[in-house]
């Protein structure tokens, strides 16, 4: 019988990076709209506030692109715990800084421990878990973002009311409290076993899976010596075909599968979530929703609730639809948001805004806003959040699997830094459209996923091959069918004399 609960157990703990991930995403949505903040920072707007927000992407940008290095070199669990170390000093520069340039250091040093930790915290659990709960395992990170960014919303919500800036210190020092208590539980956490038996130490990657897979730590049990062979099968393959890593990850075999992962990472972030995230205040105040700090909390208490479908029944119900559905609806939402700012919206009267179109004296319109945006964050949750940090970590071989995840997760923050760093300027500028924009991205997203993406639930880390071999010899015989079809329809107008010939006159 497979012992699960260990498994739970390290992964819900090691998910703590995803909380540091949440708490930093709310560490700007709680306090954009606060006094105490405009006054200290100057009202921030436009580009400013974009480089604010940003500047968390950009430092996770260089964190994720060194992760493959670190994470082959010191080990998944090594490498989160230095990226909690990072963590803190980030954290103590937000909480001490003194004017916008120290903030934004703040958060880009903050950002490196967020691009190791989200490339390969994620690795780590799909590295540990069996294939049938692996899934429900690796979802853990994104319910873990949602809870993180609830716990410091709220936090921030409720220090709003210290009239000095404590008001944002106080928040931003708490931030360091989940580092720390990661850091210091790693060491009783072993590392993962395919990264183990990829420095041939196979004595311990069998003594961590007996660990993992049976109640009495049993290294003859024949489960665990099942696995074990898989993944020693694996890697001696890998070795003997000798591949260069980087070659092999722009190969023509690979390429489908890492550029699959690099978009299923951009395009969880063009969906459009991530704007809700940073920058739901102002959406709320520009359409005229009341109290729209309160009404922004309960965005978070949406997400954490709506993740949890996915963290159930994500092995059941497969990678695949989730994400289509998942697409399809949030693109619905978005065209609605937009449809009714372009219907009933005017220009902003008042200048000096962070937006510049407001509904005026319309409740009605303000609540169907109010009520598209939780549905789309709601959507989100149950689907394109928690897929795509499951899906990059499962396409690809051990051989090349930190390289592949870090270039996925360096895409996710390259988008993330984007985002953050145009939305208050579009807000200003194209208004309603950027409604549409990401409307549009997201049907984008479904068709992508309709003909580039297979289903890998139930199936080992060591099938992966076989499941896009699998994919490319469908293709291979559609293609060829197709191709077959034309000719014999050629063949048959030719011997019919329906033929028709048309001659181009220069």
């Known amino acids: 019988m497979i012992r699960v609960l260990n498994v739970y157990t390290i992964s819900a703990f090691v998910a703590l ?3 540091l991930f949440g708490f930093d995403i709310s560490s700007i949505s709680g306090v954009v709209n606060t006094d105490q903040y405009k006054n200290f920072y100057g009202n921030p707007l436009g580009t400013r506030q974009g480089l604010i927000t940003s500047a968390m992407a950009a430092g996770s940008l260089i964190g994720a692109l060194s992760s493959s290095v670190l994470g082959d070199l010191l080990s998944r669990k090594v490498t989160i715990q230095i990226g909690t170390v990072i963590w803190c000093i980030g954290a103590a520069l937000q909480s001490a800084s003194n004017g916008v340039g120290m903030l934004i250091a703040g958060r880009a040093v903050a950002g490196i421990c967020i691009g190791l930790t989200s490339a390969l915290v994620p690795i780590y659990q799909s590295e540990i878990a069996p294939r049938k709960i692996r899934g429900r395992v690796v979802s ?30 106080i928040p931003w020092a708490i931030q360091a409290i989940p580092a720390i208590i ?63 890593s980087l070659h092999e ?58 993740t949890m479908p996915a963290v159930l029944w994500v092995d059941k119900w497969g990678r695949r639809p989730i994400l289509l559905v998942g697409a399809v609806i949030m693109g619905f939402w978005f065209f609605v948001i937009g449809g009714l700012f ?65 270039l996925a997760l360096a895409t996710n923050w390259i988008t993330n830094y984007a985002l953050g760093f145009g939305v208050p300027p579009l807000l200003r500028s194209i208004r309603w459209r950027l409604f549409y924009l990401f409307g ?25 091959d076989e499941i896009f071999e699998h994919e490319r010899s469908v293709w291979k015989s559609f293609l ?27």
């Not at 739901?280 to 929703?289: C, D, E, L, T, W």
């Open 182 to 244: 990661l850091c210091i539980g790693l060491f009783w956490f072993p590392r993962s076993p395919r990264w183990l038996a990829s420095k041939d130490r196979w004595d311990e990657a069998l003594a961590v899976l007996a660990f993992l897979r049976t109640t009495k730590h049993d290294i003859n049990d024949p489960l665990v010596l099942a696995e074990y062979r898989e993944i020693e099968d694996q890697i001696r393959f890998e070795r003997e075909i000798s591949s260069n």
């Open 342 to 406: 372009m219907r009933y919206g005017q220009s902003n009267p008042v200048l000096n805004q962070p937006y510049t179109w407001v509904i005026i004296s319309q409740p009605a319109v303000s609540r169907s806003i109010q009520a598209c945006c939780y549905l789309a964050t709601a959507t989100f949750s149950a689907s394109w959040g928690p897929v795509s940090w499951i899906y990059p970590p499962e396409v690809v071989p051990l051989r090349i699997r930190s390289i592949s995840v870090s």
């Open 440 to 464: 549009s991205f997201n049907l984008a997203a479904a068709v992508l996923v309709w003909f580039t993406a297979p289903e890998t639930k139930l199936r080992t880390l060591e099938e992966m």
């Open 249 to 306: 990850l722009f190969s023509k075999k690979m390429r489908p599968r890492v550029l699959l992962a690099l978009a299923i990472q951009m395009l969880g972030q063009l969906s459009g979530a991530n704007m809700l995230n940073y920058y739901i205040v102002y959406i709320f105040q520009s359409a005229g929703v009341p109290s729209p700090n309160l009404a922004a909390s309960f965005q978070y208490i949406i997400k954490v609730v709506m």
């Open 480 to 506: 060829s069918w197709r191709e077959s079809n034309n000719l014999d329809k050629l063949a048959h107008d030719i011997e019919m004399g329906t033929l028709r010939i048309t001659r181009v006159k220069s």
């Open 17 to 19: 990076g995803g909380v």
């Open 140 to 169: 853990f990170q994104h319910l873990a973002i949602t809870c993180g960014m609830t716990i410091q919303y709220f936090i921030e919500y409720g220090c709003s009311f210290i009239e000095s800036t404590a008001s944002f210190r």
